[in-house]
């Protein structure tokens, strides 16, 4: 009797881990991370939410062979916070309607997937613009990235760091994988 109690508990807490209301939150300025999160939230049954630059970067912003383009400059710049012109959330599929907010708060959301590409090792500024704007007391953050070569190194520790009371479960690459791979991982760091 008592295992058959232990293990419906043990079974109940992984349970409420794994149905916890979750949302992605990406930035990207060429489309790849927007579609590696899109895919994986919709698989996840995830919301999804983009955050929008006031400046939207250009070709000439990302050429990173450039020490003078905007992504150079934010990037060698640790105080660098680009403004965010909205947080818009998205549709996924069979969900309701998409909008838009400038005032986006977490506080609805147990477990938030931060998505974005990789820029000189980082992230980019603006995704601390956006940790920074939050409460994450309480939440479970997950990072993912895409990267042209040099992989998630220490952007999530890095970024969980701004994220004040978060609990950072992790994060990992994921520029080649399947949206179920990218379920599975995410379904084994909340167990």
Not at 18 to 28: M, P
Request: glycine share 10%.
């Amino acid at each position: 009797m008592k295992k058959l109690i232990l293990t419906l508990l043990i079974g109940g807490f992984i349970m409420t881990g794994l149905s916890a209301k979750t949302a992605f939150v990406y930035f990207s300025a060429t489309g790849t991370t927007e579609r590696m999160e899109k895919n994986a939230a919709n698989e996840m049954g995830a919301d999804i939410f983009e955050i929008q630059p006031v400046h939207k970067y250009t070709d000439a912003d990302l050429d990173w062979h450039d020490k003078k383009s905007l992504s150079s400059i934010e990037c060698n710049d640790p105080k660098s916070r680009p403004a965010i012109k909205a947080v818009v959330s998205t549709l996924r599929q069979g969900s309701g309607t998409a909008g838009s907010t400038s005032a986006f708060d977490i506080s609805g959301y147990d477990i938030l997937v931060v998505c974005y590409p990789i820029w000189w090792a980082y992230a980019p500024k603006i995704v601390y613009t956006f940790v920074e704007s939050q409460n994450w007391s309480g939440k479970k953050m997950i990072t993912l990235c895409t990267s042209g070569g040099s992989g998630l190194g220490r952007s999530g520790t890095d970024l969980s760091k701004f994220a004040k009371g978060v609990d950072f479960k992790g994060g990992k690459d994921f520029t080649r994988g399947s949206a179920a791979d990218v379920k599975k991982y995410i379904e084994g760091l909340l167990k």
